[in-house]
């Protein structure tokens, strides 16, 4: 995708008041238009065209050309530590210093972009005195947006979302080699503090606490016993006197970024995924699941907190994982756990599910695979997404019995050698029949979707002929009621589909066209989003793959949901 090419540039910011105007590429100036014009224009499109500054300024920006090389090296060093694919581009704009945008392209398909004042690292350094690791930490958080799929939305801020972004922002800068200090350097000198009476915008403290807690989670999970210090842990990235260790990925040295005092980190090829420095295991702690935990996305595809799993095939699964979400979207990920804090295998599966955002928000697609072999449980919980590819696979039961026939073998030698691969087997399942949907965010709006449908009434289409079919939506409708009862032929609900036994259940939807819609969802899935459950009345900003589109619009349209943010 060529950024110079999108029709649109965001103007919306999260962390701001209202959402300016929208201009279209090639347009006037906004200074010549009048401002009934530009209104008319941001409302048209407030809700699937969105930017989120750092700082929380308003953002108002036409795009540039490609940002500078040193924005875009020093991306490229931030995802090489993150685990993950980067499912954004990166360019130059007018904004204070970076903000993440939700860009539509000339066809209204979304791309996710950074947008990089041309003059970022200079300004940052000069505000924070020199500080190197500032311009890293804004980055890492604008990262973080795209990579959890957060849904940015215009005419306010969404305080949930800010601050998942900073505690990714913490948790990667330990990982490149961080102090505590100066990983919060950014946000204590570039945030200001929240207004008194001022709910809807993160002040300084609550920023710092969050990014505190991202440092502070990727500290404890290498399993280190002062991270109360603050001190940089042993990560493979150059400290501040630029001495550069060995990257866990490239055998390449650092890039040169000629620009002052900024760290020496490594760099890695970014096709790559992430290979375990040590031909020995080494285990790792997942976080203590917490319903009240500020989630932030995971670095990783297999987790082992015993240590016990053969290291070079982990490290070819992380590697056959990150191309798979490189290529297709869907995260998978494989956690072998000591404890399970009370819960069930599946109550644990659903709670990281959250708390590492496994998959990305927006769309659902991520996968947890528990195994509890010491509660003798295991699990297999799917983002709403994969749900709908995968409904009646039963990986529990393969985890299950791999825990009853493998974990003795294992544990006997305190090594599971080749066994690692069989229990790898499910999550490659997953990954096998994951990979030929498409996780664009198709429509914009449900009007466009209907009239795609109305265009096709009468062809005879193969399903994956058509547009419409299982395609995914974004549009804005308000909660009519929680509970339609099936059978009311002016609100259809299916019944099989919500009949007992089944996580299942239907919500009545009045679109912002005016369509009839209901919603089909796994309660479970409201526990995944930023603003809670879905309350009657409000009115929300939907992504949902569609399930039934007739094209008469006195229809009732049905749609599998995804995920929901409250609009503004």
Request: proline content about 7%; hydrophobic content about 40%.
């Amino acid at each position: 995708m060529r950024v110079s090419s999108l029709a649109f540039a965001v103007l919306a910011a999260a962390g701001c008041g209202k959402a300016p105007a929208v201009e279209a590429a090639g347009s006037p100036p906004q200074a010549a238009r009048t401002t009934a014009d530009a209104n008319l224009v941001a409302a048209q499109i407030a809700d699937t065209l969105q930017a989120c500054s750092y700082d929380g300024r308003p953002v108002q920006f036409g795009m540039g050309g490609a940002a500078p090389r040193d924005c875009r090296d020093m991306i490229e060093q931030v995802m090489a530590f993150t685990g993950l694919p980067q499912n954004f581009d990166v360019t130059e704009a007018d904004v204070p210093n970076a903000a993440a945008a939700i860009l539509l392209d000339q066809q209204k398909l979304p791309h996710r972009v950074i947008a990089f004042n041309p003059r970022f690292i200079e300004l940052v350094r000069r505000e924070t005195g020199g500080n190197p690791w500032s311009a890293v930490s804004i980055m890492a958080h604008e990262a973080g947006h795209h990579l959890a799929g957060h849904t940015i939305q215009p005419g306010g801020s969404q305080p949930p979302i800010e601050l998942e972004a900073d505690k990714f922002s913490g948790f990667v800068l330990y990982k490149m080699g961080a102090s505590r200090s100066d990983t919060l350097k950014a946000i204590n000198t570039l945030v200001p503090e929240a207004v008194p009476g001022d709910s809807t915008h993160p002040g300084r403290s609550q920023r710092a606490a969050a990014v505190g807690d991202g440092w502070d989670s990727a500290c404890r999970q290498t399993g280190r016993g002062d991270c109360a210090s603050g001190a940089p842990g042993s990560a493979p990235a150059a400290g501040i006197g630029g001495t550069v260790a060995q990257s866990p990925v490239a055998q390449e040295p650092a890039v040169d970024i000629d620009i002052g005092a900024v760290p020496a980190i490594p760099t890695a090829t970014p096709s790559q995924a992430p290979v375990p420095p040590s031909a020995s295991s080494t285990a790792v702690v997942l976080p203590t699941p917490d319903a009240n935990a500020l989630p932030s996305k995971g670095t990783q595809f297999v987790y082992d907190e015993y240590g016990i799993l053969d290291p070079k095939i982990v490290a070819d699964a992380e590697r056959q994982m990150y191309d798979h979400a490189k290529q297709h979207g869907v995260e998978i990920v494989t956690m072998l756990v000591k404890d399970l804090h009370g819960m069930t295998a599946e109550q644990y599966g659903w709670a990281m599910m959250r708390q590492l955002r496994v998959g990305k928000l927006d769309v659902g697609n991520g996968a947890v695979l528990v195994l509890a072999p010491d509660q003798g449980q295991a699990a297999a919980v799917m983002g709403p997404g994969v749900a709908l590819e995968m409904a009646h696979q039963d990986k529990a039961a393969q985890l299950q019995r791999w825990i009853e026939s493998a974990w003795p073998q294992c544990k006997r030698k305190n090594a599971c050698g080749n066994w690692t691969e069989n229990m790898l087997l499910a999550a490659d399942h997953i990954r096998r029949d994951t990979d030929d949907w498409e996780w664009t965010v198709r429509y914009q709006s449900l009007g466009d979707m209907l009239k795609q449908s109305q265009a096709e009434n009468g062809q005879s289409l193969r399903p994956q002929d058509s547009k419409v079919w299982h395609k995914i939506v974004r549009f804005g409708g308000t909660v009519v009621d929680l509970a339609p009862k099936p059978g009311i032929k002016a609100v259809w609900v299916d019944g099989d589909r919500v009949t007992a036994g089944r996580p299942a259940k239907a919500v009545h939807v009045r679109s912002d066209e005016g369509l009839t819609v209901v919603l089909y969802l796994d309660p479970r899935t409201e526990g995944l989003m930023p603003g809670g459950a879905l309350q009657a009345g409000k009115r929300y900003v939907f992504t949902g793959r569609e399930s039934f589109l007739s094209w008469n619009p006195k229809d009732t349209q049905a749609i599998d949901l995804l995920s929901y943010v409250q609009a503004r």
